[in-house]
């Protein structure tokens, strides 16, 4: 029997084939979001763009501050900076507006008495205090994003501050979902018949498909039958930029994906140490990558996000790395060693001081509801035994989807 391929080593194979989609596309920022950055992004500008009040107050000296001062002028924000500081004054100024030359400190007004026309400041006042001073935030030239990043809110707001409208982003990719099985049924049909179940990697797939960003093409259920899986697998290669299969990837007389795949492209096919999963195919229709995932809907959800999810974000361009992995403590015991690596669904809870991973009673790969009912998964090499206590790696689901 030859030895089970690991999850390290399969990701490691799929990732030196995603060589990344070069179409570019430029976006309106509002419409940004989610969207891979296809272009390194420098400021023109320095932000703030001016040295400029933290607080609503008064500028004036810092070395001045204990004598009485004369306000001479008042700036809001939005105003220019205004007229020098003469020695012996101080400008009434707001938050964000810009300090004045001469000044080199602002009091906050709380710390501010005003009477005739006249100052008195209270406490200690320092040069520097409360100034914002200009580009602190972004200095004028500096690279701000690089590319491959994916745009988070607040990186619409960072694009926004240094004045783009637009970003140069990469056509988010199409990605082509086939189920195959005769026993499937669509959701909404009337009728599930004795031996039928409802489709629902379709659905799990989409959602997958589309939290990356990217386009879904929906492929529909394809039956178990090798003409209908060619033709199937045919017009998703020309739709998509990736297709992805559920399913038909096992070796029972049922599985067509395997020989159609290899009679239109080229097909590796794996078995994963890993669990709940393991048939994983990997290969291409013509130019198009084609990843075979199996058919149990648990071990689509994690082969999907250990090895496809990785391999389409790399095609997309992005460059960011693997979600940051957390520790938690076992709240329960793996008292049998596994062959492959395991991904236990778990939740996370916390008892103040650290991370607890409590695990989901029925592990098995045809549970979905073990998905939906955690929100982390536990890793657990092969080998490895786990008592209560220990300290696992867990990824959670919210940096997956
Ligand atoms: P297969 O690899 O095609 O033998 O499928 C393995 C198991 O996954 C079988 O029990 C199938 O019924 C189930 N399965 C396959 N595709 C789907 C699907 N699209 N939705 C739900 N269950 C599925
Ligand atoms: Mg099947």
Same mark, same amino acid.
Do not use: L, Y
């Given at each position: 029997m030859t030895p089970l391929l690991p999850v390290a080593e399969a990701l490691a194979r799929v990732l030196a084939q995603a060589s990344p989609c070069q179409a570019v596309m430029e976006v309106a920022l509002i419409d940004a979001l989610g969207a891979v950055l296809a272009e390194d992004v420098s400021a023109?500008? &320095? @932000? /703030? !763009?001016d040295d400029n009040s933290a607080m609503d107050g008064y500028a004036l000296r810092a070395a001045e501050a204990e004598a009485p001062l004369q306000v001479s002028q008042r700036i809001a924000a939005?105003?220019? &900076?205004?007229a020098f500081l003469q020695a012996g004054t101080a400008a009434r100024i707001f938050t964000g507006a810009p300090i004045p030359p001469g000044a080199d400190a602002v009091v906050m007004q709380e710390n501010c008495e005003e009477r005739d026309g006249v100052l008195a400041v209270s406490g200690p006042v320092v040069a520097g205090q409360n100034i914002r001073p200009r580009g602190q935030d972004i200095a004028a030239g500096s690279t701000v994003l690089v590319r491959g990043r994916v745009l988070r809110p607040q990186d619409m707001g960072l694009l926004a501050s240094i004045g783009r409208a637009t970003a140069r982003v990469y056509r988010p990719l199409r990605v082509a979902v086939l189920s195959t099985g005769d026993e499937l049924l669509e959701p909404g049909s009337a009728g599930l018949e004795r031996g039928q179940l409802y489709n629902s990697n379709r659905y799990t797939l989409a959602g997958l498909v589309r939290t990356l960003g990217m386009t879904f093409v929906d492929g529909g259920i394809v039956p178990d039958d090798p003409d209908a899986t060619a033709q199937a697998l045919t017009d998703a290669a020309a739709a998509a930029d990736c297709v992805i299969t559920s399913g !038909?990837?096992? @070796?029972?007389?049922?599985?067509?994906v395997k020989a159609q795949v290899e009679r239109l492209g080229q097909l590796d096919l794996w078995k994963l140490a890993i669990k709940p999963g393991k048939p994983l195919a990997f290969g291409r229709i013509g130019n198009t990558p084609f990843i075979g995932l199996p058919g149990n809907p648990t071990s689509v959800f994690v082969t999907f996000c250990l090895i496809a999810r990785p391999f389409l974000l790399q095609l997309q !361009?992005?460059?960011? /790395? &693997?979600p940051a992995r957390l520790y938690a403590r076992a709240?329960? @015991? @793996? !008292?049998k060693p596994g062959g492959r690596q395991e991904y236990l669904r778990v939740t996370l809870g916390n008892d103040g001081t650290e991370l607890q991973a409590n695990l989901f009673a029925n592990q098995s790969s045809g549970v979905l509801s073990s998905v939906s009912h955690s929100n982390a998964l536990a890793v657990i090499p092969p080998g490895t035994r786990v008592e209560v206590g220990d300290l696992l790696e867990v990824i959670p689901l919210d940096a997956l989807v």
């Open positions: 023109d500008i &320095a @932000v /703030p !763009g939005g105003s220019s &900076a205004g !038909g990837v096992s @070796v029972g007389e049922e599985d067509h !361009g992005v460059s960011e /790395p &693997a709240m329960f @015991v @793996v !008292g």
